[in-house]
């Protein structure tokens, strides 16, 4: 397994789980909290970070990359609140 990114929190975390299982790529969450530490790694260290098969490293490179490059105006949204 290669680290893949570092996210912010926990949400971006399982949100890119989730597009990267989308296309067919598992991933794996570590996080740093250490509950003995109360933290401390994580404030370090950072929150956590996502690990991915070596052979799918490429890949899900592009595949985050691009879901962080992307604007919110490219995300479509299904308002049904009209």
Known sequence: ???????E??????????ILKQHGIQA???SFHDTAYDGLFQSQ?????????????????RIVTEWKESSPDAVEWD???S
């Open 9 to 18: 929190n926990e949400a971006e975390a399982i949100a890119l789980q989730a």
């Open 28 to 30: 794996e969450i570590v």
């Open 79 to 81: 308002d049904d609140s």
């Open 1 to 7: 397994m290669k680290n893949l990114v570092k996210p």
């Open 45 to 61: 260290y950072g929150w956590g970070v996502i690990k991915v098969k070596d052979a799918d490293y490429s890949l899900a490179l």
